[in-house]
């Protein structure tokens, strides 16, 4: 049963025609950016609302947050506020979307959990210091092959599948790719792909439920955990989710963290969304 929790406000730093620099957003996972090229005035439009006081129309871009010398700054970046860490996900200096998780060391770890992960995680892309798309379908496929994601569903074009399917017939996943077309008769194709482990192979059960423990315990925020469900599930493959499987909108908690577990979320991210 959910116990009431004080809210926690961390403020954001914006950014005006000073160019204010971030002070207390450190990096993570980053690099610069490139300044982006002129948008189009729809878009600056959609800029402008974003800032409450702005006075005029070249005022929406120096909102976004730089580093030092005035660069924009892209990747992962963590603010710390007393016990609580805010992770942001920045796009050429927009910050795209932020995490609050408490201030507490966790026991689980693994290299197909990470927070890069969530760049596939839709709604948004990320780009590199080159301007590379991070949150493209073969970047995922890469990802997984490369043992960074536990599985994942990418939706493929026709002129990419030959790529695709080098990648994934040198690699030891399971994998399936099925077609499908639009209203317009564009084709394009649907792979399901995972690492061809069981969930216990995969992941430390017991490390991963005492990572939710110490985070409620820290911040008195409870929710149950239902401990046996994922004892349970060790010895199933995670080619069992490839199929019949609604990733998309999990139903309740205990699907939420599974959910998130699989597509090789944060635990951190996970425990957000369960408290928010």
């Not at 990419?160 to 084709?187: A, M, V, W």
């Not at 046996?228 to 199929?243: D, I």
């Amino acid at each position: 049963m959910a116990t009431n929790m004080k809210a926690i406000v961390l403020p954001i730093i914006r950014h005006f025609k000073d160019k204010q620099t971030i002070t207390r957003l450190k990096p993570h996972e980053s690099w610069l950016m490139p300044e982006p090229e002129l948008f189009g005035e729809d878009e600056k439009n959609n800029e402008k609302e974003f800032n409450d006081d702005s006075e005029d129309e070249e005022n929406w871009e120096y909102l976004a947050y730089r580093d030092s010398a005035g660069h924009r700054i892209g990747g992962t970046f963590v603010e710390t506020v007393k016990n609580m860490t805010r992770m942001y996900i920045i796009h050429q200096g927009w910050p795209h979307i932020s995490y609050i998780y408490p201030n507490v060391d966790i026991p689980f770890k693994s290299p197909m959990v990470r927070w890069r992960n969530l760049f596939y995680c839709g709604g948004f892309g990320v780009h590199g210091s080159e301007d590379e798309d991070l949150s493209s379908d073969i970047n995922l496929v890469k990802d997984i092959v490369n043992g960074l994601k536990p599985m994942g569903f990418a939706f493929i074009r026709p002129e990419q599948l030959e790529e695709c399917k080098r990648l994934l017939e040198k690699s030891k996943l399971k994998y399936f790719i099925t077609h499908d077309s639009l209203p317009n008769g564009y084709k394009y194709y649907n792979i399901a792909m995972c690492q061809d482990i069981t969930f216990g192979e995969a992941f430390d059960v017991e490390a991963f439920l005492k990572s939710y423990k110490n985070m409620q315990t820290s911040i008195g925020y409870s929710f149950e955990l239902d401990e046996g469900y994922f004892r349970f599930l060790k010895n199933y493959r995670l080619s069992h989710w490839l199929k019949d499987w609604n990733y998309a909108h999990p139903r309740d908690t205990t699907e939420l963290m599974l959910t998130g577990l699989l597509l090789g979320y944060p635990i951190e991210s996970t425990f957000d969304r369960i408290c928010h």
